[in-house]
């Protein structure tokens, strides 16, 4: 493949050099000859094995702490520094420190594997360079380190064409098992050397990653601010003093890089300058207090992007091999990276006043396959940064080709080249290995620029999340980099627009060709369909809101979080985050309800049942509809049918209570539902269900027609006595029926019209029966209180 092209092209030295360090060469060779063969006494091999251990090192541990300067030149003196020590069990006498130039390696794989076994034994070691470039220690204590530090003029190497030579730390000594000397430990590295300008330099693109993990949660305030409410307090360390954020930010602005930035951790550094709080694990929040270290870093990142090239990511750096594999059969997630898209350059141009580019796309790793390439492009990036050990060169080109590919379709591949991109992922903690990190990337570029005379353009697209010393070690490589001779600077737009090379690769590797290791990491189908619900919930709950945007934009944001990429190896802490979100969207969706309701009592054929509807947000909510429905119409009917709606508003804070009519068509018991619903018909928050007992004649109904019933009982009799006295009277009178004039005239029951006078005052038909008026209402005036036990309803 050409990304592990080997051809190496040469550059031609002066004439001077060349024969001064030939003739020194073949001068020293039978010497050399000698010394390239591991030193060895008359102990056997046995004896030498016990001198290293099962990976080939030596019992002496050698650490290259420095390697000053990485990238040297005539007149230079390099200045090697670090520790030797003793991991055997026997005191080593005798020993010394010193340097040792190996042979040129021409192929880039030759630095590979020259790397892999860095400090073992078992391989030839070249001569040292001897005299006074060496450092003794008289012993050297099992289990004590030793600091050496040896300066050696870079004309004493004898370093010969322009190239990558191995070069060597060697601690030599013996033992009291072995007293003769011999080599028991050492540490190779490589000493670029380009002492002249190339004639063709490589274009190297540097990317120049601010990315971190999710910060911010969907909750805020209630108050108009909508103070943000953050997981914890890890990006306050991030952005402060001497935090990995904060060393990216410094270190960057000093090089000439392209910046690749996550929107969200602008928005959330941002949110951090302003009044903002802190979950706590008990789901309590405190106070965050580092606004003036937000304030500070956004104002260093300004400055420092202020006249740089910005590549601004979709918001909150979404998966997009996960949203590929697994989440484009889920309904609405293409949406998400669309949203996040569309968000980003906003964000960058408020935080930062400055316009970025939106148009790259970078699965992870720069892994990809036609999934990934059209999910990327879907939401209108039309240019994909991919890695070389992905999109594997198969034109059998000698050397490694330039980042550009076109694939089709308008879409540009930007190949990142894979040994550069990875030279820093390992651990970078001792000092050791980032200066062997240092010096490899170093000899990968120069012997990547001597395969040809063609001028290229070079991506090296490094981790999303470098560790502080990993990003020191890229900023160290970088430096010497800008420094050196066969490479110079170019921003990420050029190197896509650079012509391709004719015998690259433009074919996009397989699905199946995805690594299975980052398969695994992927977000998984029940994640995007939990943040389809999530969305689904949103947005029934959105279309009831007076100012919907409190609540889409805090939730919106969230659920691009829930599909970022640094979610990968952390599918715990993925799956809660989510669900919190969808547990808070609940929680606030449950703040409009109906108010539960007891079983209630109708008495007579109608009567006006009150529902009240609570609205505890901060908001007002409009366009619901409040639904009634009886579960047995034919006793119980809601507005003259089977159910009745209204339309509902309600302030926010408040309560409103809506009445409905009934009406009864049989004695018994009927259950009634009452539910909220939006405008377009979907169901909204839980039911209220709640018995009501229809009684077409109530006690106090009987009691009222007892009573008429009693008077009209009464009135008969009294009729009946006042007829029998009157006829007496008129018989003891002579029974012609005439009265006494001036004689008082006997009550006459009926008045003038006929009807029967009670002495309540009221006339009632002689022989009819009274009829009772439908009694006064018996219920209290409505309130917005839960109904009680065994409630009555307003007639």
Do not use: C
């Amino acid at each position: 493949m050409a990304e592990a092209a080997d051809f190496q092209g040469t550059s031609p030295s002066p004439a001077r050099r060349w024969l001064r360090r030939s003739g020194a060469l073949l001068a020293g060779a039978p010497l050399l000859a000698g010394l390239l063969l591991p030193a060895a006494g008359p102990a056997d091999a046995a004896g030498q094995d016990s001198l290293q251990d099962a990976s080939g090192a030596g019992t002496v541990s050698v650490a290259l702490d420095d390697l000053s300067p990485s990238v040297p030149t005539d007149g230079d003196t390099l200045t090697v520094s670090g520790t030797v020590t003793n991991n055997g069990k026997q005191t080593v006498t005798g020993a010394h420190v010193g340097l040792r130039v190996g042979p040129q390696l021409t192929t880039r794989s030759d630095i590979e594997t020259a790397a892999k076994s860095s400090d073992s034994l078992q391989l030839a070691t070249a001569a040292e360079v001897g005299g006074k470039y060496v450092e003794k220690f008289p012993k050297l204590t099992p289990g004590v380190a030793e600091h050496f530090s040896i300066s050696v003029p870079v004309d004493k190497l004898d370093l010969g064409d322009d190239g990558v030579y191995e070069f060597a730390v060697s601690l030599s000594g013996q033992t009291s098992a072995q007293q003769w000397d011999q080599v028991l430990g050492i540490q190779r590295t490589f000493l670029p050397w380009q002492p002249d300008e190339a004639d063709t330099k490589t274009k190297t693109t540097f990317l120049w990653p601010l990315v971190s993990t999710v910060h911010m949660t969907a909750e805020t305030g209630s108050n108009n601010q909508q103070t943000p409410v953050f997981l914890n307090d890890d990006l306050a360390k991030e952005i402060a003093p001497g935090g990995r954020l904060d060393e990216m930010l410094t270190l960057g602005k000093e090089l000439d890089v392209t910046w690749v930035i996550d929107p969200d951790l602008l928005a959330s550094v941002d949110a951090m300058t302003g009044t903002y709080r802190i979950k706590a694990a008990d789901n309590t929040t405190t106070v965050g207090t580092h606004q003036a270290i937000a304030k500070q870093w956004l104002a260093e990142l300004q400055n420092a992007v202020a006249d740089q090239e910005v590549v601004a990511l979709p918001f909150a750096d979404p998966d997009l091999a996960s949203l590929a594999h697994n989440g484009t059969t889920v309904t609405g997630s293409l949406s998400h990276l669309k949203e996040a898209t569309d968000v980003a350059a906003t964000t960058v141009q408020t935080v930062l006043h400055v316009t970025p580019d939106t148009d790259f796309a970078w699965p992870v790793n720069g892994a990809v396959d036609a999934s990934i390439v059209k999910v990327a492009t879907s939401a209108g990036a039309d240019k994909v940064i991919a890695r070389s050990d992905s999109f594997q060169e198969t034109g059998g080109l000698p050397y490694t080709p330039s980042a550009a590919r076109p694939i089709g379709g308008g879409t540009t591949a930007v190949v990142a080249d894979a040994r550069l991109s990875t030279a820093f992922q390992g651990d970078l903690t001792r000092a050791s290995d980032s200066t062997l990190a240092v010096q490899q990337f170093l000899a990968q570029s120069l012997a990547l620029n001597a395969q040809t005379d063609k001028q290229r353009s070079i991506v090296v697209a490094p981790q999303r999340m470098p560790t502080t010393r990993q990003a020191q070690a890229m900023a160290a490589a970088l430096t010497a980099l800008e420094g050196g001779n066969w490479s110079q600077s170019q921003k990420l737009t050029a190197a896509a627009k650079a012509k391709p090379d004719a015998g690259a690769t433009t074919k996009v590797p397989s699905t199946s060709a995805y690594p299975s290791s980052l398969r695994k990491q992927e977000l998984s189908r029940p994640a995007f369909e939990q943040i389809a619900r999530t969305q689904d919930a949103l947005d029934n709950f959105r279309v009831i809101l007076t100012n919907e945007s409190r609540v889409v934009t805090p939730f919106g944001r969230a659920m691009n979080r829930e599909m970022s990429t640094s979610w990968r190896g952390s599918p715990g802490a993925a799956a809660s985050f989510r669900t919190g979100v969808e547990d808070h969207l609940g929680e606030l969706t449950s703040q409009v309800k109906l108010i539960d309701k007891s079983p209630t009592k109708l008495s007579g054929r109608s009567a006006t049942i009150p529902v009240t509807v609570q609205n505890n947000l901060v908001q007002g909510v409009q366009h619901l509809v409040l639904r009634l429905t009886s579960s047995n119409p034919t006793r119980l009917q809601i507005g003259g049918k089977a159910y009745y709606e209204q339309r509902i508003t309600v302030s926010g804070g408040h309560s409103t209570t809506v009445k409905f009519t009934t009406s009864a068509k049989a004695n018994g018991q009927a259950t009634v539902y009452a539910q909220l619903y939006t405008e377009d018909g979907q169901e909204y928050g839980n039911s209220v269900s709640f018995d009501v007992k229809v009684t077409e004649f109530t006690a106090t109904v009987m009691l009222v027609i007892g009573g008429g019933f009693l008077l009209l009982v009464l009135a008969g009799f009294r009729m009946y006595t006042q007829r029998k006295r009157a006829a007496r009277e008129a018989e003891e009178n002579g029974g012609d029926g005439a009265t006494d004039e001036g004689a008082e005239e006997p009550e006459n029951p009926e008045g003038p019209d006929g009807r029967l006078k009670e002495e309540s005052g009221t006339d009632a038909r002689a022989g009819d029966p009274v009829q009772p008026s439908d009694p006064t209402p018996d219920t209290a005036a409505e309130s917005a209180d839960p109904s009680g036990t065994g409630e009555r309803v307003d007639r």
